[in-house]
């Protein structure tokens, strides 16, 4: 049932049947990706050449169920062939999504043509404790100074959307591009596992960029829906690394003639269940997400509670996975031991006692006090 992460792309859309037989080989090179923590880079000009990196987002306007359900399916795909190549996707479709709702049209237009050419983008936001990202006008230009921390594609990216603190103390967006006196560091202490996604620091002091480099006005990142409701496609990618999961975990059972054991298949159904549930929780919050006619309060405490149940479902597949696959799920080399490294590295995201707290109290609010 390797199909279970894809039954919700139309058979008819070419560029998911073409990124699907990607994801064979993805899976064969993720091993000694991971070994050397070396960046995909064959696997990146592969979703080049079939279209990936430019499909037409949500966001554009269009079509916008269809421009969903295709992106869904493509973030799942790639997660699904390594998780790390899933989040550069992710990375470069969110960084896309931002100049798509907030960039002129002069910016969009660039970013499209680079995009088409295979040029990578990242989303670059987190701040270090100290020594963070900060923008200073010096005549017509913007003078930078400061670091930010896990970036994704360090190194790797062709143009980054970072944020920068104003001397007003705000949050202003910027497009930069790569290779003007930037420095990509590796982070002090190395991530445990997405060791592909090459998530480093990079230190822009002494960088100046143009006008033309703004993103929006400041404020913009933070503005809802958009910042909460982004949440859907990293959840599309780690129920991709689920999909992964599951079938490694089958085809061992399966090869060691363990299946059909009835603990075996208990822990199986409801890994799958787990699998299901993820599913569906990806399809409805990235519909929730991009449909412009939904309440943004709702939106975005719906994409949270997906997001932490994604995050559940995942993990329970995580610790059933390794009860069924013993020892062997613990050990490098095993594709389970990497999976489930990148996936339980990147479920790591941003405030989830918040995110679930405040769908909470959203969803709480909305029943009345008079309810039978
Ligand atoms: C593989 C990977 C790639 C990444 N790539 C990028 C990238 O390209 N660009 C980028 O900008 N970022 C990136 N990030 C960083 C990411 O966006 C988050 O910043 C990061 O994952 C947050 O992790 P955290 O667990 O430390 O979060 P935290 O928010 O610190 O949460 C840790 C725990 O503390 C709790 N908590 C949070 N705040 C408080 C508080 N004030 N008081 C008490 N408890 C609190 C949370 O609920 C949670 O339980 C990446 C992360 C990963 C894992």
Same mark, same amino acid.
């Given at each position: 049932m390797s199909g279970g992460c894809m039954r919700d792309r139309d058979p008819s859309h070419d560029l998911v049947e073409r990124v699907a037989t990607l994801?064979?080989?993805?899976?064969?090179?993720?091993?000694?990706?991971?070994?050397?923590?070396?960046?995909?880079?064959?696997?990146?000009?592969?979703?080049?050449?079939?279209?990936?990196?430019?499909?037409p987002l949500p966001a554009d306007g269009g079509h916008q169920d269809e421009a969903t359900d295709l992106l869904a399916s493509l973030l799942t795909l790639t997660g699904s062939g390594n998780l790390s190549i899933g989040r550069l996707f992710e990375a470069h479709v969110n960084a896309l999504h931002l100049l798509a709702r907030y960039g002129t049209a002069a910016q969009r237009s660039a970013a499209r043509k680079a995009a088409a050419m295979g040029e990578l983008h990242a989303l670059w936001v987190t701040d270090p404790a100290a020594g963070a990202l900060r923008m200073t006008p010096v005549q017509d230009r913007w003078r930078m100074d400061g670091v930010k921390m896990f970036c994704s594609g360090a190194g790797h990216v062709a143009h980054a959307v970072v944020?920068?603190?104003?001397?007003?103390?705000?949050?202003?967006?910027?497009?930069?591009?790569?290779?003007?006196?930037?420095?990509?560091?590796?982070?002090?202490?190395?991530?445990q596992g997405m060791r592909s996604a090459v998530t480093g620091m990079v230190?822009?002091? !002494?960088?100046?960029?143009?006008?033309?480099?703004?993103?929006?006005?400041?404020?913009?990142?933070?503005?809802?829906?958009?910042?909460?409701?982004?949440?859907?496609?990293?959840?599309?990618?780690?129920? !991709?690394?689920?999909?992964a999961l599951l079938d490694v975990t089958i085809k061992d059972l399966r090869?060691?003639?363990?299946?059909?054991?009835?603990?075996?298949?208990?822990?199986?159904?409801?890994?799958?269940?787990?699998?299901?549930?993820?599913?569906?929780?990806?399809?409805?919050?990235?519909?929730?997400?991009?449909?412009?006619?939904?309440?943004?309060?709702?939106?975005?405490?719906?994409?949270?509670?997906?997001?932490?149940?994604?995050?559940?479902?995942?993990?329970?597949?995580?610790?059933?996975?390794?009860?069924?696959l013993g020892l062997s799920a613990f050990r490098r080399g095993h594709p389970a031991e990497r999976i489930c490294r990148d996936l339980g590295t990147y479920l790591r995201q941003p405030s989830p006692d918040e995110v679930l707290s405040e769908a909470a109290s959203w969803f709480g609010h909305r029943v009345p006090h008079d309810a039978p």
């Open positions: 994801v064979p080989e993805m899976r064969r090179r993720a091993a000694a990706l991971d070994e050397d923590a070396t960046f995909p880079t064959e696997d990146m000009i592969a979703l080049r050449q079939v279209g990936a990196l430019s499909i944020t920068a603190a104003l001397e007003s103390g705000e949050q202003q967006m910027a497009i930069v591009p790569m290779g003007q006196g930037e420095q990509a560091k590796l982070l002090p202490g190395q991530l230190d822009f002091s !002494g960088v100046e960029v143009g006008q033309e480099a703004l993103l929006g006005r400041p404020g913009d990142y933070l503005r809802e829906p958009d910042f909460s409701c982004g949440a859907w496609r990293g959840s599309a990618v780690a129920f !991709g690394g689920v999909c090869a060691r003639d363990r299946m059909n054991e009835p603990n075996q298949l208990a822990r199986l159904g409801h890994a799958m269940i787990a699998r299901e549930t993820s599913r569906l929780w990806v399809r409805n919050a990235a519909r929730i997400a991009e449909d412009k006619r939904v309440e943004p309060r709702e939106a975005v405490a719906y994409v949270g509670l997906a997001r932490i149940a994604v995050e559940s479902a995942c993990l329970d597949v995580m610790r059933l996975t390794q009860r069924s």
